[in-house]
């Protein structure tokens, strides 16, 4: 019922292999969480001083986007010291207080771990570029000029690729006359995995961690780390530049030897750990090899298939999703796992918009539709994630002009779009869409200026609607989204089908109706969700509908579920049943 409150939290025993199975995530992006000394920016005592809201909303684990020194020319995903915390945010001294009042209160701590590439500026990269004869030369990826060009020059680039923030991957060094290899921005030069130096510098720096208390590792990226040496041109896609090298670089010939590698020298022997590889261009066989536990590579995956669905010619030219088209995807994957492996559940981080925006209705049906979305999230197989606000509801912000955007990525997109004679408003249209600042708008915890994010001016733009959304309005309000996700927490902890249950689709006779069952022996959960603005009539075959006749209603986004599975489902409408 949507006032009912599942049972009392059932705290996850830690000393259980698979925890996490029944565990819930909340990913804090710390430069828009809470702000400390008014500078502007998230800090660490700003996070420590926010703890009461994680308790209350009953997560397990708080995955820490990079805090590490860095020029912050991608938000901290350029670290330059592995072993400090950038002024911007603290402190070591902060950090070991915030990990100890996290784990005062059950909550482990993730770390996330960015070794694909470094900053530009990190010592490894200064000493690399120092000279071609440096040790560390080979410590990242350095070519010469493509054959019969001139270093510098268009067209000398050693191969074609072109950067995921685009442009070329190839960065020309003057001093040596070398290209260094650099996937995303320019001052994040990629690391040579080949290098066995390299990794065990990156293993003793993960351990430094892990002996400090941490709990664990999201790795950004992690494979990309293995590349084909020959490094070759790419196709090129009709009307591009450049080309794509994603075959050449994507879950690499030496990737699972690495990622068992790593399990050894990090892992074996420490317990009630959890680690998450983040896999763009993952199928769903490579995901049942990165997390097979026969395998000892890692828990679980990140995946991206599902949030490009709705990427058009390009990430920043989206088109609408057809009825059925999100939950296909995240059946196929629910299926594929089904046996071996395990799957991250995410509609939202901090390189995603926000999905009551995006998946659903943030104008006709805000609620229902940001509570439709968690019930067929959270309730699937896997170990959900709830990204910082989303338990709030909160939406994309109203960008309407390219002052307004920080991102590197929406920046080197638009000026790219821009120079290629795409309009200015059709360019900022695609960002108003799909840039990454909408997820690292501040926190907003209450209606007074700012958010109560700070007391200074914001690094970027509060949210305009943080006066009417916001976590001090809605906590205790049995009707508001974060009550709602309380529950859904809950209910998790409480029942062991929701982490440890097989998932078994059911046609409910509408493309638009996700429903599914999850069963653990004896019990069973119905979970039926509208993911549409219209409404519709389940019409589930026979069989199902017999075995479901009399369960009643355990959760529901509506003020008055109706008691039968047959009944008439609003728009955004969600109800889980239980039998008996």
Same mark, same amino acid.
């Given at each position: 019922?949507?006032?009912?409150?599942?049972?009392?939290?059932?705290?996850?025993?830690?000393?259980?292999?698979?925890?996490?199975? &029944?565990?819930?995530?909340?990913?804090?992006?710390?430069?828009?969480?809470?702000?400390?000394?008014?500078?502007?920016?998230?800090?660490?005592?700003?996070?420590?001083?926010?703890?009461?809201?994680?308790?209350?909303?009953?997560?397990?684990?708080?995955?820490? &986007?990079?805090?590490?020194?860095?020029?912050?020319?991608?938000?901290?995903?350029?670290?330059?010291?592995?072993?400090?915390?950038?002024?911007?945010?603290?402190?070591?001294?902060?950090?070991?207080?915030?990990?100890?009042?996290?784990?005062?209160?059950?909550?482990?701590?993730?770390?996330?771990?960015?070794?694909?590439?470094? &900053?530009?500026?990190?010592?490894?990269?200064?000493?690399?570029?120092?000279?071609?004869?440096?040790?560390?030369?080979?410590?990242?990826?350095?070519?010469?000029?493509?054959?019969?060009?001139?270093?510098?020059?268009?067209?000398?680039?050693?191969?074609?690729?072109?950067?995921?923030?685009?442009?070329?991957?190839?960065?020309?060094?003057?001093?040596?006359?070398?290209?260094?290899?650099?996937?995303?921005?320019?001052?994040?030069?990629?690391?040579?995995?080949?290098? %066995?130096?390299?990794?065990?510098?990156?293993?003793?720096?993960?351990?430094?961690?892990?002996?400090?208390?941490?709990?664990?590792?999201?790795?950004?990226?992690?494979?990309?780390?293995?590349?084909?040496?020959?490094?070759?041109?790419?196709?090129?896609?009709?009307?591009?530049?450049?080309?794509?090298?994603?075959?050449?670089?994507?879950?690499?010939?030496?990737?699972?030897?690495?990622?068992?590698?790593?399990?050894?020298?990090?892992?074996?022997?420490?317990?009630?750990?959890?680690?998450?590889?983040?896999?763009?261009?993952?199928?769903?066989? #490579?995901?049942?090899?990165?997390?097979?536990?026969?395998?000892?590579?890692?828990?679980?995956?990140?995946?991206?298939?599902?949030?490009?669905?709705?990427?058009?010619?390009?990430?920043?030219? %989206?088109?609408?999703?057809?009825?059925?088209?999100?939950?296909?995807?995240?059946?196929?994957?629910?299926?594929?796992?089904?046996?071996?492996?395990?799957?991250?559940?995410?509609?939202?981080?901090?390189?995603? %918009?926000?999905?009551?925006?995006?998946?659903?209705?943030?104008?006709?049906?805000?609620?229902?539709?940001?509570?439709?979305?968690?019930?067929? +999230?959270?309730?699937?197989?896997?170990?959900?994630?709830?990204?910082?606000?989303?338990?709030?509801?909160?939406?994309?912000?109203?960008?309407?002009?390219?002052?307004?955007?920080?991102?590197?990525?929406?920046?080197?997109?638009?000026?790219?779009?821009?120079?290629?004679?795409?309009?200015?408003?059709?360019?900022?249209?695609?960002?108003?869409?799909?840039?990454?600042?909408?997820?690292?708008?501040?926190?907003?915890? #209450?209606?007074?200026?700012?958010?109560?994010?700070?007391?200074?001016?914001?690094?970027?733009?509060?949210?305009?609607?943080?006066?009417?959304?916001?976590?001090?309005?809605?906590?205790?309000?049995?009707?508001?989204?974060?009550?709602?996700?309380?529950?859904?927490?809950?209910?998790?902890?409480?029942?062991?089908?929701?982490?440890?249950?097989?998932?078994?689709?059911?046609?409910?006779?509408?493309?638009?109706?996700?429903?599914?069952?999850?069963?653990?022996?004896?019990?069973?959960?119905?979970?039926?969700?509208?993911?549409?603005?219209?409404?519709?009539?389940?019409?589930?075959?026979?069989?199902?509908?017999?075995?479901?006749?009399?369960?009643?209603?355990? +959760?529901?986004?509506?003020?008055?579920?109706?008691?039968?599975?047959?009944?008439?489902?609003?728009?955004?409408?969600?109800?889980?049943?239980?039998?008996?």
């Amino acid at each position: 019922m949507i006032g009912g409150m599942p049972n009392e939290h059932v705290p996850v025993s830690v000393t259980a292999s698979d925890w996490w199975k &029944s565990a819930v995530v909340y990913q804090v992006y710390p430069r828009s969480f809470q702000d400390s000394d008014g500078d502007g920016v998230g800090d660490l005592r700003g996070i420590r001083n926010r703890l009461d809201h994680l308790e209350r909303l009953g997560v397990d684990v708080v995955w820490l &986007s990079p805090i590490y020194r860095s020029p912050q020319a991608d938000n901290g995903y350029d670290i330059s010291d592995y072993r400090d915390i950038d002024p911007t945010f603290g402190t070591l001294e902060d950090f070991d207080e915030l990990l100890a009042a996290m784990h005062a209160r059950g909550i482990k701590l993730v770390m996330d771990l960015v070794v694909n590439h470094t &900053s530009d500026e990190h010592a490894w990269f200064a000493e690399s570029r120092s000279s071609r004869e440096s040790p560390k030369r080979d410590w990242y990826w350095w070519r010469p000029p493509r054959p019969g060009t001139v270093g510098g020059e268009p067209g000398a680039e050693p191969t074609n690729w072109e950067s995921f923030f685009s442009g070329s991957v190839w960065e020309w060094d003057e001093a040596t006359g070398e290209y260094y290899l650099h996937l995303f921005d320019r001052k994040q030069p990629d690391l040579n995995w080949e290098h %066995p130096e390299v990794r065990r510098a990156v293993y003793d720096m993960m351990c430094w961690w892990l002996d400090r208390g941490v709990d664990g590792f999201r790795m950004d990226v992690i494979n990309l780390i293995s590349k084909h040496v020959e490094l070759p041109d790419g196709p090129v896609r009709l009307g591009r530049r450049w080309g794509d090298g994603g075959a050449f670089y994507t879950n690499g010939p030496r990737l699972h030897e690495y990622l068992q590698e790593m399990h050894r020298e990090v892992f074996d022997g420490r317990d009630g750990l959890i680690t998450v590889g983040e896999t763009p261009g993952a199928t769903v066989d #490579d995901a049942v090899l990165f997390t097979d536990p026969a395998r000892r590579e890692v828990d679980m995956v990140f995946q991206f298939e599902h949030v490009g669905l709705d990427h058009g010619v390009s990430k920043f030219r %989206p088109r609408p999703l057809e009825p059925g088209e999100l939950a296909a995807s995240l059946t196929r994957w629910q299926e594929g796992l089904h046996d071996t492996g395990w799957n991250s559940l995410y509609l939202e981080n901090h390189d995603q %918009p926000r999905s009551v925006s995006r998946f659903g209705d943030d104008e006709a049906h805000w609620r229902a539709s940001a509570t439709a979305l968690a019930t067929m +999230l959270h309730l699937q197989r896997g170990t959900p994630y709830v990204y910082q606000g989303q338990e709030l509801g909160m939406t994309n912000a109203p960008f309407a002009v390219i002052d307004e955007f920080r991102d590197v990525e929406s920046l080197n997109a638009y000026a790219e779009e821009v120079a290629s004679g795409t309009a200015v408003a059709d360019a900022i249209s695609g960002l108003s869409y799909m840039s990454r600042d909408h997820a690292r708008t501040p926190m907003q915890w #209450d209606a007074s200026p700012n958010a109560g994010f700070t007391d200074g001016t914001p690094w970027i733009a509060v949210n305009p609607n943080h006066d009417r959304v916001n976590a001090a309005a809605q906590a205790g309000d049995p009707d508001s989204v974060f009550e709602y996700y309380r529950r859904l927490i809950a209910l998790r902890h409480e029942r062991p089908v929701v982490g440890h249950g097989s998932f078994e689709r059911a046609d409910a006779g509408h493309p638009a109706i996700f429903a599914f069952e999850r069963v653990l022996g004896d019990d069973r959960l119905l979970v039926v969700a509208n993911l549409s603005s219209a409404g519709h009539v389940p019409a589930f075959a026979a069989e199902v509908a017999a075995r479901w006749r009399g369960a009643r209603v355990l +959760l529901a986004n509506e003020s008055e579920a109706a008691a039968s599975v047959d009944a008439p489902l609003g728009p955004w409408a969600a109800r889980v049943f239980e039998l008996g």
